[in-house]
């Protein structure tokens, strides 16, 4: 498990919102390094 800072529900969404504290906002660092992460995950596994 991978845990991001400062991201809440729908991180990786820009249509989220900007405001953490309603539970969902799009968070544009925790986006890219997710899916930095998966594209890592995949490699190693194709």
């Known amino acids: 498990m991978v845990i991001y800072g400062n991201a809440v ?3 990786t969404n820009p249509d989220s ?3 953490p504290s309603s539970g969902a ?4 660092k925790a986006d890219k390094r997710s899916w930095e992460a998966l594209l890592g995950f995949f490699k190693e596994i194709c």
């Not at 906002?25 to 544009?28: G, I, K, R």
Request: proline share 0%; charged share 20%; glycine share 10%.
């Open 9 to 11: 529900h729908s991180f």
């Open 17 to 19: 919102g900007n405001d």
């Open 25 to 28: 906002a799009y968070n544009e």
